[in-house]
């Protein structure tokens, strides 16, 4: 039994040496990374973290708009009047108003 505690142990001192080692070296490769991002910003001010941060939205707003248009849809368009056979009532009413409101403008509060 003591044999294999010592060797439990000295398993461990050995990755506590390896860890220690692989801390460094992350650290190093976060600087690098860091300094790398400070340089492109300083020669062409192009901020990494701002396009990185943009392009996440975009591609969210890209993959949401149409997600939204079929959930207006499937609210709207198939709940609408129907003649019971193909789907949508071809007399539409065009004096109804639109189901999204019109934008407004609007009043500053300092001009009231």
């Given at each position: ?44 001010g ?14 969210f ?39 999204l ?12």
């Amino acid at each position: 039994m003591g044999e294999r505690s010592n060797a439990v142990v000295d398993q461990l001192a050995l990755m506590e040496s390896r860890l220690a080692k692989a801390q460094v070296s992350q650290k190093e490769i976060d600087d690098g990374i860091r300094r790398n991002r400070t340089t492109l910003e300083t020669f062409t001010g192009y901020d990494l973290g701002s396009a990185i941060d943009s392009s996440v939205k975009r591609s969210f707003d890209d993959q949401l708009e149409p997600a939204m248009e079929g959930l207006i849809e499937r609210k709207y368009v198939t709940t609408a009047l129907t003649t019971g056979t193909d789907g949508y009532d071809p007399k539409v009413d065009s004096s109804a108003k639109p189901f999204l409101a019109e934008q407004q403008a609007t009043t500053p509060l300092n001009a009231l």
